[in-house]
Each structure stands twice: as C-alpha cells, then as structure tokens.
C-alpha cells in the first residue's frame, strides 16, 4: 500500500513532484542579518549602515554589546538545521552568562553608590553640627537692644567681636541700646565691627527770651514737637517766649505737651456797659495800668462803665487804660448810693456838694463814724446808729476819714426849714400828720412869727423842699429825692408805740418806713423849734442802713414797727 504521503494530490497534477522534507536536500539558505527597531537606525552606535525591508541591519558583536536579548529577539529563520539550533543555544548560555557577571556588577555598583552616599550623609550632617555649634563659619549675632550699654558691649566682644557705639535722642531708658547693625541673628566673622545706637534723654532746651519760632525750632531739635501757647499781655516786647513748661533742663518724652508762655500786645477788654465790679474783674488782672474816672451820668448808667480810652479792641500803649464810669454818687439826698460808692470818692463829691467835715473818727475794726455840714445847714452823717442824732467822736478833725478801706454802715440826712411868716397863728392838723383833719394845704398855711423866712417857691435844700410841712405830702416829697420805694408802714405822735412812761413832747411828726434792696430806709418829718425864742420849724431826716443793722434790735416794745422806733430816738429820746 502506498503511503498516503505519497498519494499524488489531485490539485497539483502537472506541478512538478516534490519530494518529502527528509528526503530533500535543503538548500543553502544566506545568514539572516540581526535586526533592530527602526528607531535605532538613525543611532550612530547601534547601526552599520546596512538597511533590510524589516529593519536596519546590526553586526552580532553590536547585538551583543547592546544586549540584544533586551533590544530584539533575533529570529533564526524556519527551517535553520542543527547548526542553527546549536548555535542557539550556545548563544543562550553565552547570554545567560554575560546577564549574571552583569547582575554582579551591578550589584557591586549599587553598594559601592550606597556607602558614599552614607559617608556623604555623615559629612552633611557633621558639617551642620559644627556650624550650629559655630565651631566654623563665624558667630551669630546676639540681640542686645534694649540693653545697657554695657553689658551689650560685653556680650557681643565676648563673641569676637569688634563693637563702636553712638548715641542719639530718643524716648527710651537713657544708656540702654535702641538699634545695632548689622542686625540681630545675622552670621559675622569674628572680628567683624558691630555698630550699637545708644539712647539718650530728651532735655528741654534754653528757650526763655527767643522769639517764638526761634523757640519752636529749638524744640524740634530735641524732638519736642507738641507744642502748646499761652500768651501774655506784655507792652513792651511781641512774640518772645516768657516761659517754657517743662521748665528747661527737665527730660521729656517726644510725646509730651510742652507750653509756650508768649507774649503779646494787648488789647482794650470790651468792657462798655458792664458793671464798675465787672470791669474791675476782667481789667485788673490785665497787664497794662488801668484808672478809673466818674462821669455825669444818667441814673441807669450808674456804675456803669460808659466808654474807655483808648476804644475796645485797639492796641494798649505804655500809657495803660482809662475807664470812665457812670458816677455813683448822682444827689446828695440818695443815700443808698453812698454804699456802693470808694471813701475817695465820696470824698470829693460831698466836697464839689459844698459840704466840709465837721467831726470824724474811724473805729478799731474800721467803721466810720463823721459829719458833714452842707452850704443851707444840712448835716449828713455816716454812722453805725443812723437812727441816733448823736456822731460818736471824742475831737474835732478836719481829715478825710472816709477812705476806701472803712466801711459806712448807715446813712443819716438832716435839714430843718422855717415856715413861711402869714402873720396869723392856726393850730392843728390833717389826718395824715395828726392834726384835727386839716388838709396838707391847710397845714402849709400854718405859721408863726419869722422874719427871716420869706414865702418863696425856690427849692430849699438838698432836699429840693418848697414849704415842708408835717405831713405825709412831704414824706413823700423826701422818699421820691432820695429814691425810696416801698413803704411798709408809718406812724404819727398819736399812734406810735412807746416805752412805759415815755413823756410827750407836744410836737407833731410823721415818721415811716420801708425797704429798697437790700436796704432799710425811713424818713421822719417832725415840728420843731428853729431858735431861743420859741419859733416853729420843720425838720426833715432820712436815714439807710443794711437790714442787717435792724435784724439785732428788739422792736417788740415798738409794736414791731421801724418806723415807731426812729420817731422815739429822735423825737423822745433827745
């Protein structure tokens, strides 16, 4: 039986027979050529210059040196024979031994790469330690500001260092370092020089008498720039520095208030229109002399200040200020006046008055006791019982004892008229004086012998009376001469309160009372004799006092009323 190997194929009859492969001599095949990736073809190492349709062509001893195992896999064709097969697997042994000498060296390599880099690890970490310790690399700075100079020297030469120091002004502790350069923590070489700032104190300077800008750069220099003024009324210089607070040579802060006492030219107060005491308030502590002058006045304006020379608000010259002021003293008659007015001054006006001073003495705790006698004969007294007719004084003196530093505490006006002569003698009178109900006409009719009394209408006194007469008319007539308001009560000898057995005298009066302000006035109008042979008069007395010399006095045993009081003094107690 053939074998079926040999059993001719009907698809390839006319091809020419083939014989079986282990019968056929194979024929001479070339050598493949090593190939490599086309990547490598362009590499001057790897190729050769040769080019396959796969590949580029690479000598074995290349393959070898690059590992080829690692690059390609070279391919024996099919069909290689034994030879190809042995040659193959000696290719792998020689392979497999060239990849264990390379493993060794390698690892020879790797622990070879590893103990340097521990020995270097080791230096870097040598090297830092000694550096920390500044065994090498030179020293840190220490931070020495803000101590005593030095102690701050002391530490940085300790270091090695090479230390100059400066001062300059500055608001800490003085002596103690406010900056360094170079500065805190940075590395020097020993022997390098260290620069210390060192503070010192801020002292105020000399700067009485400068001008002040003079004055206010002086300050800057030190650093004193807050900087407050005062000024000064001074006529002779402008803008010169007075005083300095801190007084000069304290030590301050930069921040401290300093003060400029400066001096200026000053100015006229507007002062027209305020009172003498406010005037005296706001000019007397100025720096320029001011004197004061009384002027005619209307009665509003008393004690008023009624202009100034020179005018407010001009510039004062070395002359000082002159004030003119509403006289306080406008009529002899206005006793309250005399009150408000300086000793000097009442002085002056009762002289210009026509009145020259008859008796006068001042007590030990300064009280005046003295009279004046007017050109018609009235008497006007300053005394501390105004309601007495008595001038306590032991001698006579023509001196001025009513100055500015005694005091006045009560006031007493006197006048005595002589009725007119009508030849014919009436009795009597009206219900305001007493009288049996005759009219104040009636009882200015009533007269007796006088020839030396006319019937004129002329003013008689200070008192600016006509015919004064007992009466309540002529109370009046007194209270609107001396300024008197609101009456609280009057009497008369028929109803005024007396002591127990009190004799009568037999003359008429009417006497009352009130209160202005802080003041006590009365007004007594009695019938009296003028001279030796019995002729008849009337007398006219106002007084003043504070309330004060009336709240101390007993008035129980004149009903309580002022009015009843002053009558019995005048009229009874003679």
Partial sequence: ?????????????????????????????????????????????????????????VSKWRVHKLREDELVDVVEPEGRGWRARKARRAHEKSREARTSRSRKSRRRVRVVVGLLFVLAAIGVVYAGVTYSLEMWGGKTLPNVVGIAQPKAEE????????????????????????????????????????????????????????????????????????????????????????????????????????????????????????TEAEAHEVLDRQAFSVSYEYEDCERDQRLQVLSTEPDADEAVGEEGVVVKIGDPLLEVPRLADYFDAKGSHINDFLKDAGFTQELGAVS??????????????????????????????????NDDVVNDEARIEGVRLSATFAQASTGKKKTGTDAGSGTSGKTDSETQKSTVADTSASAS???????????????????????????????????????????KGTQNTGHNFYCCYGETGAYVWTVLVQE???????????????????????????????????????????????
């Fill in 528 to 574: 009296t004799s003028t001279g030796t042979n019995g002729t008849k008069g009337t007398k006219v007395v106002a007084t003043c006092a504070p309330k004060s010399a009336y709240a101390v006095i007993d008035l129980s045993t004149f009903g309580n009323k002022i009015c009843d009081f002053v009558a019995y003094w005048d009229e009874y107690a003679k």
């Fill in 364 to 397: 030990d705790d300064d009280h005046i006791s003295a009279r004046y006698k007017g050109e018609d004969g009235e008497l006007l007294s300053f005394v501390s019982d105004p309601w007495s007719h008595k001038v306590e004084t032991n001698a006579k003196t």
């Fill in 155 to 274: 530490t940085l030469q300790e270091k090695g260092f090479v230390v100059e120091s400066t001062t300059t002004l500055a608001d800490t502790t003085e002596g103690h370092v406010v900056s360094m350069e170079p500065e805190p923590g940075d590395r020097m070489p020993e022997g390098s020089k260290i620069y210390l700032t060192v503070a010192q104190s801020r002292v105020i300077p000399e700067v009485e008498g400068l001008s002040k800008d003079e004055a206010v750069e002086r300050l800057a220099e030190v650093g004193g720039t807050n900087v407050r003024y005062e000024w000064q009324d001074k006529l002779e210089d402008k803008d010169v520095v007075l005083e300095v607070r801190p007084a000069a040579g304290s030590v301050f802060m930069s921040s401290d208030e300093i003060v400029l006492v400066v001096s200026q030219r000053p100015t006229v107060p507007n002062v027209v229109g305020k």
């Fill in 1 to 57: 039986m053939r074998p079926i190997d040999q059993i001719p194929d009907p698809s390839r009859q006319g091809a020419p027979e083939r014989k079986p492969a282990h019968m056929a001599k194979p024929e001479p095949q070339p050598e493949p050529e090593p190939l490599v990736p086309q990547a490598l073809s362009d590499d001057p190492v790897l190729g050769d210059g040769s080019t396959t349709p796969k590949g580029v062509g």
């Fill in 457 to 499: 209408d002329e003013p008689k006194s200070v008192f600016e009376l006509r015919n004064p007469t007992v009466g309540k008319t002529t109370a009046n007539e007194v209270m609107e001469c001396c300024g008197f308001e609101g009456m609280l009560g009057s009497c008369t000898q028929t109803d005024i309160t007396l002591p």
